[in-house]
Every structure is written in C-alpha cells, then in structure tokens.
C-alpha cells in the first residue's frame, strides 16, 4: 500500500465520520492549548520578573535595616526590625570596601506634593546623585540630583513623567517651584517613562537630595542603600565587604539583610520554572485523556467498521496494512488536533498579551515541541490495542455477521 | 488448479466439535465454471471460505497453482488472496463512504500499483461492466445489482485465478439476479474460473458442474 494511498483511506474515514472528527480534534485542541497557554504564562511571569530585576540595575547589593531570616522575598517586603537604623554614615563608611563601585542611600516617604492649587500624595525618594546610575534611570529632560555631600542639600527635585504632567499639565514644568510639605524645591529633571520597576513606579515619584528627605521626615533612618560592585565576580565579596562593614560599626551585631539581585533572581526563577512545569503537567494531563478518547473511538471504530475490516482482509489486505491505516487515522486526528491547538494556543496567548502588554507572554519553545510530540505519541499509544484487534479480526465472522 | 486433499474442517460449538467438512477432495481446473449446493450447514460456505484463503482446514492440503498454500503465514496468504481470488458475496460488501470507482480500486491500491495503471485498469472494468455513467457514485447511490456489478469488478481488478461468489443473487430480486449471474457467466466465457455458492437450483443448473453438499461432505459432482 502506498503512503499516498493509505493517506486517502485514512482521510476519507475521517471525512465519513465528521462528528466524531471534529469531537477528538476538539478534545486534542484542548490539550495542546492548554499546554501552550499555560506555559506561556509561566514563561512570561518568568520573563517579566527576571526584566524587572535586570531594570533594577546589574551587580546590585541590596543592604536593609534589620535582619530576616528568610531568604527570597520581595525586597520590597522585607522590613525587618531592628532597634539599631542603617544611618547615612554606615552607608559612606561602605567607601572603604574596594570592590564597591558605588552606592546610594535611600529614604522613602510619602509627601503632599502641591503646585499652586493642585496637589498629590505621591512617593517622595530622598536619594543622590549617585541613584541615577546604579538604577540606570533615563531623563526626558533636565539634569539628576547634583553631585556632592549628601549631608548638604539644595531645593531641588527630579520628578517622574506623571507627577510632571498632573501639577503642571501642559506648561513646561522644568524650573518651577513645587512644595512638598511646607519646603520648596526646584524642579530640575523629568525621567522619561519607564514603567514599573518592582513595585515601584518611576512615573509616579518625586526625587529630592537625602538630607533634604530626611528634614521632610524627620528620620535618619535609611529605608535602604543600593550598593554597585564592580564587577559581577565581585558581588559575593561586596556583599561579604557590606556585612562586616556594618558589623563593626554596630557594635559586633549583625543587624542588617543583605541581598544579592543574582540570589533573588535565581529563587524566582526556580519557584516560577517549578510552577509552569507543574502546571504544563497538568494541561499534559488532558492530552494523555484525550489519548485515551481517542482509543475508545478507535475500539468502537474497531466494532463499527468490522465489515469493512473483514472485507479488506479477503481482498488482501496484510495484518500490518489494516494496523497501518489505524496509525494513519490516529496520526492524522493527532495532528490535526495538535495544529487545531497550536493556533488556539497561539491566540489566546496574544489575546492575554494584548490584555497584560506588560508582561511578555510567550510559550517556551520546548512547549510548542512537546505539546504536539505527546499528542502524537498518546494518539499512536493508544491505537495499538485497537488497531491490534482490528488485524487480527477474523474475517469470516467478520463478513458473516450483518 | 485448485486442488483439495484430504480437508477436513471442524468448529467448536459450545464445547462440542462440529464437523463442517469431513475430508473433502475436490479438484478445479482453470476456466470452469462450478456451482456449490446443498441445504444450509451442509458446509458449503465453509468450503469456499477454506479456498478463497479466509480459513485454514483443521487437516488436509490444498495446492493453488501448484503451490501448497495450507503452512503459509497469516499475511501470505493475504498476498496469495490479493492476487489470485476475487471474492463477490451476498451482501455486496461494499465500503459505504467510498465510490463505485474507489471500491473496485481497493485491491489495487492494497496491492500498491500504479496509480497511472490502476486509473487504466479501472477505465476499462468500468466499461466492461456498464458501470461508466455511476462511476463517483456511493453504494447507497446504487441499484442491489449495480452494487453488485461494482464487487464484481472489484473482484475481477486484480486479474484472479478463480472467482468465489457466496450466494450472489440472494439479496437481489429474480430479474436482477439473472443480470448479476449473466455478468458472473461472461467472466466465464472469457476464460476465468467461477465458484458459485447457492441454493438456487435453476442457478446450479446453469452452470457447467455441480457440486451436491451434506452434512460436510461432497455427495455429487455432476458435470455436463
């Protein structure tokens, strides 16, 4: 029997029995989209968390008040207590270690920040010139935070695009006064979008020198400092230069978290991996039940068609041609399911893009390979019973029964 | 051609052995054209089963063509049934879904030839048995004795030794069986070998040689 040939046969079955075609290609389209969906999911919480910490700036060492115990967590919500603050000085004492290139302290508040009549509770980040760099932050306009002590502060602000375009509308903002509290600043910088950046919204803050942030909360405490290295070789010996630094400064007490960006990320990245995996098994599951219909629609098949199957073995046809044209109906179901539920992957997943545009949807290649490689496989696994039985029917009971 | 030697055949029926066929001897040569009869059970339909190859006998040797065809393999002798017996039953045994042209082509593409011979094969059985004007038509698109026609040019397509039909005419009305045995003697004339399984006695009575059945054994062999 010719490929082409058995081909036919195989699509003139399915052709005959368009019901029931269409059934098992629906339930083969489920699983294979399923699998796509949810590992594209995965995928793109994955990659929308390792972005956000590459956006957070590279070689970065974060050092926090207080000590936690638990490693992995957001940064943003490990506030650990601590009776001793992290100070101004224990962060320009960090100069001493070489293999910090640089750092930045920084508070964070809240301020009611007013231009003329307008006014708006935004997030006000008391920082250096310094922060700039070590969170690769861009300006649309004007300069950072000038460089110089950090103990000494001028009236001066850098805000996000957002906060520019809500106080001052469409006039240029870039010069003016605005007051947050009861203090003036000079608007000297706009950040140019950037978008979220864990937790933490560029558009939607104010930025105004450390000593300045400390006045407006009355608080020497820093909420954090982000500490560069110099090169990525050189993280562990930052973060361990960090730890004793402030050990000795503190009288012996290791009282402050250090955290590697690198250490984060790879526990985020091995949480999310364990997770789509999980998950991609379970959409995996519904492909081996639609392995399984497609079995039972071949026994029945078996049944239904044993006339036909009697007929075709006493005008010749070989044990290993009728289980042949088996594989082909089960391959042919298989893979159209399989294409069916590749495009309705497909689709769904632009359509959860288009919903969610922030995160990077996009399903792993190793999905897309193995979602059609185990529909096909379940579909010829389950086939070798039925098409078993359907060779060695007999054909003279076969043709004899009406 | 066909010869039979010794074929006994026996079934297991509910724990009790049935003898279908007791130690049959029959010969065949080509071009004959050979009626089976006898009343049902007599073991006739068994007979033609055992040399059409769709059963083995439980002892016996049968030669086809000079060649003992009883110690092949299951798909050996689905080789040997794909090119040398054509088979044409009762009730037609048509693929419903596929048309005219598509079940007279089965063998052939069972066979895996040509697909430019078999379209030439198939342009002259259509001709052959008026089948021209139904050619994409479906079986239930068909008259019982195109229908017929159809399985008889599915079973000439290969060019086979003998042709076996197992009651031909008994699902069609008198006329229309008179048409299906006229097209099964015309075969005849040109020289094929017909096996005809019936309990129609005018039937057996067209045909050449006459083959008397019962209990499993071969009680007449008339020929004329």
Redo the contacts between chains.
């Keep these: ?2 490929p082409t ?1 058995l081909f036919n ?1 195989a699509w ?2 399915l ?2 029995s368009v019901a029931r075609t269409l059934l098992i290609l629906l339930a083969m389209g489920i699983g294979v989209a399923a699998v796509v969906m949810v590992t594209a999911l995965g995928e793109g919480a994955r990659l929308y968390v390792a972005n956000q910490f590459g956006s957070l700036g590279s070689n970065l060492v974060i050092v926090l008040p207080g000590r936690s115990e638990t490693a992995g967590a957001m940064p943003g919500v490990l506030l650990g207590k601590t009776p001793r603050d992290l100070t101004l000085d224990d962060a320009l004492a960090l100069k001493r270690s070489h293999a910090v290139r640089r750092f930045a302290p920084l508070i964070v508040g809240a301020g009611d920040v007013r231009v003329g009549a307008r006014s708006r509770e935004t997030p006000v980040l008391g920082s250096t010139a310094e922060l700039v760099e070590i969170r690769h932050m861009e300006l649309a306009q004007g300069r950072f935070l000038p460089e110089g002590d950090p103990r000494h502060s001028q009236p001066v602000c850098v805000i996000g695009a957002k906060v520019a375009s809500e106080l001052f509308g469409s006039r240029q903002a870039l010069g003016e006064w605005l007051r947050i509290g009861d203090r003036r600043f000079r608007v000297i910088g706009i950040m140019a979008t950037q978008g979220e950046s864990l937790g933490m919204n560029t558009d939607e803050i104010v930025i105004v020198p450390l000593a300045a942030a400390q006045a407006l909360f009355n608080t020497e405490a820093l909420f954090r400092v982000l500490v560069e290295a110099k090169s990525r070789e050189q993280i562990a010996q930052t973060k361990a230069d960090v730890e004793e630094i402030i050990r000795l400064r503190h009288e012996g007490e290791r009282d402050v978290t250090v955290i590697t960006q690198d250490a984060v990320l790879a526990t985020f990245d091995r949480i999310l991996n364990a997770l789509t995996l999980t998950v991609a098994s379970i959409a995996a599951i519904s492909l081996a039940v639609a392995g399984i219909l497609i079995m039972n629609v071949m026994l029945i098949a078996v049944t239904q068609r044993r ?2 199957i ?12 009728i289980r042949l044209a088996f594989f082909t109906e089960a391959m042919l179901l298989a893979s159209g399911g399989a294409a069916a539920g590749l495009a309705v992957g497909e689709l769904g997943r632009s359509i959860v893009g288009q919903m969610y545009p922030a995160i990077p949807f996009q399903a792993p290649w190793w999905a897309l390979v193995a979602a059609p490689a185990i529909a096909m496989t379940t579909a010829v696994l389950f086939t070798v019973a039925p098409a078993r039985r359907a060779a060695r029917l007999d ?2 009971q076969a ?1 004899s029964r ?1 | 051609m066909i010869r039979l030697t010794g074929i006994t055949r026996t079934f297991l029926v509910g724990g009790e052995e049935v003898h279908a066929l007791r130690e049959v001897n029959l010969a065949i040569t080509k071009g004959e054209y050979l009626s089976i009869m006898g009343p049902s059970g007599s073991g006739k339909s068994t007979l033609l089963n055992i040399i059409g190859l769709l059963d083995r006998p439980n002892a016996g040797v049968y030669e086809l063509d000079g060649g003992k065809v009883t110690a092949l393999s299951d798909d050996e002798l689905a080789r040997v049934r794909r090119e040398k017996i054509g088979f044409v039953f009762q009730f037609f045994h048509l693929v419903p879904r596929l048309t005219a042209t598509q079940n007279i082509e089965l063998p052939m593409i069972l066979a895996g030839i040509d697909p430019a011979e078999r379209r030439q094969r198939l342009a002259r059985l259509l001709t052959e048995y008026g089948l021209e004007g139904r050619a994409s038509h479906r079986p239930d698109q068909l008259s019982g004795g195109q229908c017929q026609r159809v399985a008889i040019a599915r079973a000439m397509s290969m060019g086979p030794t003998v042709i076996l039909a197992d009651e031909p005419t008994g699902n069609l009305d008198r006329h229309t069986g008179q048409e299906v045995l006229a097209v099964l003697e015309q075969v005849h004339h040109k020289g094929g070998t017909v096996v005809i399984v019936t309990h129609d006695p005018e039937i057996g009575a067209r045909s050449h040689r006459r083959l008397r059945m019962l209990d499993g054994a071969v009680v007449a062999d008339e020929k004329d």
């Design positions: 029997m010719r040939d046969f003139q079955v052709r005959g006339r036909e009697g007929l075709l073995k006493a005008l010749g046809a070989t044990g290993q041609q054909p003279v043709l009406r």
